[in-house]
């Protein structure tokens, strides 16, 4: 029977295996990086860049996509793998609504929805579940990128 949740002995375990891997100072040097390595502020205005470049890219590779439709299709993969993109820069960055708004060419008013409507899907994932399992891949792709930026 596969577990579902996780719990503290099931973190403990990684992260003596971590420790076993690469030893205790550089498992306290990775911990740390992740944990205060997870935004990228308006003043990285070239990290941000990257970021938006790297999330498109696999919102495209992870909603197994093209990428000359990106921008443009109706079609609700499309749709959510946009809003997955507005939601994680939003997320993970001091981006605005607005300036999110124009690299997408949208306006404030649709990344503000979109993000909301992302939200709410994501409060219940046992509804959405395919779009779920896709957000949480590029979300972990995102988090691992950022850390390796900082």
Do not use: W
């Not at 609504?97 to 929805?113: H, N, P, T, V, W």
């Amino acid at each position: 029977m596969k577990k579902t949740a996780h719990d503290y002995h099931d973190l403990q375990q990684s992260i003596d295996s971590l420790i076993g891997k690469f030893g205790l100072q550089k498992t306290i040097e990775v911990i740390d990086s992740l944990t205060s390595n997870t935004e990228l502020t308006t003043q990285d205005k070239e990290k941000v860049k990257l970021l938006l470049v790297f999330i498109i890219s696999q919102s495209i590779e992870v909603f197994d996509l093209k990428e000359e439709n990106f921008y443009t299709s109706t079609v609700q993969e499309y749709r959510e793998a946009r809003m997955s993109c507005y939601y994680l820069l939003k997320k993970y960055t001091d981006s605005s609504y607005a300036k999110i708004g124009e690299s997408f060419k949208q306006s404030k008013r649709a990344i503000l929805y979109n993000y909301h409507k992302c939200d709410e899907i994501l409060s219940i994932p046992q509804f959405y579940k395919p779009f779920v399992e896709k957000f949480k891949i590029l979300e972990n792709n995102i988090i691992n990128f950022i850390a390796k930026l900082n």
